[in-house]
């Protein structure tokens, strides 16, 4: 058994309360829990978040320790194929075995 008089109180039906609407009912010590966010109304979870990205993170780095963009590799209408591989030779077998 617990001890006697060293617990909080606990109140199994606890308001959450945001922008003086309550959201939800769960249990706490407090009887009224008053919050600023909840899933209801942050952009996360509403799907309205921004990504505020308007350069890029990898020009951004770039810029900051001056260091230069690696070329992009030309692409070519009129480039030649590529030769094809060179054939290799087969395997060795295992010594001291003889195929039949």
């Not at 606890?14 to 609407?21: D, F, P, S």
């Not at 054939?87 to 075995?97: E, L, Q, R």
Request: aromatic share 8%; glycine share 6%.
């Amino acid at each position: 058994m617990p001890k006697a008089n060293i617990h909080p109180q606990w109140y199994p039906t606890a308001k959450v309360i945001c922008n003086g609407e309550v959201v939800a009912v769960v249990g706490s010590t407090k009887p009224e829990l008053h919050v600023d966010t909840w899933s209801g109304n942050h952009p996360f979870f509403t799907g309205t978040q921004k990504i505020i990205d308007t350069e890029g993170r990898v020009e951004r780095f770039l810029r900051k320790y001056k260091m230069d963009a690696p070329p992009a590799p030309a692409v070519s209408d009129t480039a030649e194929p590529a030769e094809p591989p060179a054939k290799t030779a087969p395997a060795p077998t295992a010594k001291g075995k003889k195929k039949k």
